[in-house]
């Protein structure tokens, strides 16, 4: 943990919106300067033994400032307003699980944002001026955000499938060659594009 914090990358800034979406940027964030396991276990820092080494004081050390640190990240990546609720928090745990249950939500707010998040997919056609691009990335938009609450559960071949059915008619000989040519059941989201 002598590193903490130094990695010159600057913490994503949570402002209330999006708290999937800053989570795993905020853990990445957190692994790359070495504190993600204060935020994960929150160990305890028991005092130096009598007589110590200098492992034992190095050691010591690196907990102690790894627990300062991971609260001082945990502090920087949130706006005024968020830091105003979470500045009395004794550990960067504590902050992590106050977000977390804040703005998550439990199981069954998080089950109705990914009915509204499959049900808004479900819906998605696309625009006639629109190109296959921009159609494509509104689609993986709103199946990242599927992702970030599930977990991988959302395949890309959901996608492949909702583009194949949604595509507008001057993309039909590509589909009928595309068919003839691949298994459309094990064609990637990057294979399809790139054939279209």
């Given at each position: 943990m002598e590193?903490?914090?130094?990695?010159?990358?600057?913490?994503?800034?949570?402002?209330?919106?999006?708290?999937?979406?800053?989570?795993?940027?905020?853990?990445?964030?957190?692994?790359?300067?070495?504190l993600w396991e204060v935020v994960e276990e929150d160990y305890e820092v028991h005092p130096l033994p009598g007589n110590p080494t200098m492992a034992h004081i190095r050691t010591h050390k690196e907990?102690?400032?790894?627990?300062?640190?991971?609260?001082s990240c945990l502090f920087a990546a949130v706006s005024a307003t968020?830091?105003?609720?979470?500045m009395t928090c004794n550990?960067?745990?504590?902050?992590?699980?106050?977000l977390k249950k804040d703005y998550e939500g439990d199981e069954r707010i998080k089950g109705m944002k990914v009915l509204n998040l499959v049900r808004e997919f479900k819906m998605q056609r696309m625009?006639?001026?629109?190109?296959?691009?921009?159609?494509?990335?509104?689609?993986?938009?709103?199946?990242?955000?599927?992702?970030?609450?599930?977990?991988?559960?959302?395949?890309?071949?959901?996608?492949?499938?909702?583009?194949?059915?949604?595509?507008?008619?001057?993309y039909e000989a590509t589909i009928a060659s595309s068919e003839n040519t691949k298994d459309l059941s094990k064609?990637?989201?990057?294979?399809?594009?790139?054939?279209?």
């Amino acid at each position: 943990m002598e590193n903490a914090c130094s990695f010159s990358a600057t913490p994503p800034v949570f402002d209330g919106e999006n708290y999937q979406t800053w989570a795993v940027k905020m853990q990445v964030y957190l692994e790359a300067n070495d504190l993600w396991e204060v935020v994960e276990e929150d160990y305890e820092v028991h005092p130096l033994p009598g007589n110590p080494t200098m492992a034992h004081i190095r050691t010591h050390k690196e907990k102690k400032t790894g627990k300062s640190k991971a609260k001082s990240c945990l502090f920087a990546a949130v706006s005024a307003t968020i830091f105003s609720r979470i500045m009395t928090c004794n550990s960067a745990k504590a902050i992590w699980d106050f977000l977390k249950k804040d703005y998550e939500g439990d199981e069954r707010i998080k089950g109705m944002k990914v009915l509204n998040l499959v049900r808004e997919f479900k819906m998605q056609r696309m625009n006639e001026s629109e190109t296959i691009k921009d159609y494509s990335d509104r689609l993986l938009g709103i199946a990242n955000k599927v992702r970030t609450i599930l977990g991988n559960e959302f395949t890309d071949n959901t996608i492949v499938q909702k583009i194949l059915e949604t595509l507008r008619e001057r993309y039909e000989a590509t589909i009928a060659s595309s068919e003839n040519t691949k298994d459309l059941s094990k064609l990637s989201l990057a294979e399809l594009l790139s054939a279209l």
